[in-house]
């Protein structure tokens, strides 16, 4: 007499679901936490320190540098967004792949060269070329951090349909912040003290929000 037959789904289930090696964005963002760690640590050592004579008069010194401390506020609080909204949308990913994954080795790349350009730019921010090189920097990075989050949509790679309306959403405001500061990249070449504009961020990452919310409805 037969035993009773035991189904095999629940196994067929679990390995249909299991992620393939290499793809797991559970690795990735650590990854990617480890570099911004490090990159946010540096930025820090970037902001110009008294030597000799300049010791004796700390107060005039920080007065004199206070442009060094501005844009290692500036730079931490980027990072800090992009890390925010990196870790939102590995957390709505199944999976890693192909586009997807290619575009993380740059976005790393550009992230952990950020403390060189902040550091040219805390020692004399009236060149053009520091403005020009930090502004640019967080172009690029804050427009590869919109590439991933469009490639993952468009590979299917997200857990529900509901997770790929807010990825959607969130695009227009990533790809906006990157023209703008593209934007001052360019402008600091005629425009004198451009860098104050950058200060204006969060209220272009609100409007941003807005457009986004409305764009994802009429899709």
């Given at each position: 007499m037969e035993g009773p037959m035991v189904s095999s789904a629940p196994a067929e289930t679990a390995e249909a679901d299991r992620v393939p090696a290499g793809q797991s964005p559970e690795r990735v963002g650590m990854f990617f936490d480890a570099v911004l760690?490090?990159?946010?640590?540096?930025l820090v050592l970037e902001i110009k320190r008294p030597e000799g004579e300049e010791?004796?008069?700390l107060l005039r010194f920080m007065a004199d540098n206070w442009s060094g401390f501005l844009d290692y506020f500036i730079a931490f609080s980027?990072?800090?967004v992009v890390w925010r909204s990196h870790h939102?949308?590995?957390?709505?990913?199944?999976?890693?792949?192909?586009?997807?994954?290619?575009?993380?080795m740059p976005l790393l790349l550009f992230a952990a060269?950020?403390?060189?350009?902040?550091?040219?730019?805390?020692?004399?921010?009236?060149?053009?070329?520091?403005?020009?090189?930090?502004?640019?920097t967080w172009a690029v990075i804050v427009f590869l951090e919109a590439l991933v989050a469009v490639?993952?949509?468009?590979?299917?790679?997200?857990?529900?349909?509901?997770?790929?309306?807010?990825?959607?959403?969130?695009?227009?405001?990533?790809?906006?912040?990157?023209?703008?500061?593209?934007?001052?990249?360019?402008?600091?070449w005629w425009v004198p003290d451009i860098e104050w504009a950058w200060l204006?961020?969060?209220?272009?990452?609100?409007?941003?929000?807005?457009?986004?919310?409305?764009?994802a409805r009429r899709r």
């Open positions: 760690a490090i990159a946010i640590t540096l010791a004796r008069h980027m990072l800090w939102k949308l590995l957390d709505r990913v199944e999976r890693l792949r192909g586009t997807a994954m290619f575009l993380h060269f950020l403390p060189y350009p902040t550091g040219l730019l805390g020692t004399d921010d009236t060149q053009p070329v520091a403005i020009t090189f930090f502004a640019g490639s993952v949509r468009r590979m299917g790679l997200l857990r529900d349909e509901h997770n790929s309306r807010e990825v959607a959403a969130e695009e227009p405001t990533l790809f906006l912040v990157s023209g703008y500061f593209a934007l001052t990249a360019v402008a600091a204006a961020t969060p209220i272009l990452v609100r409007a941003g929000d807005r457009l986004g919310r409305v764009w």
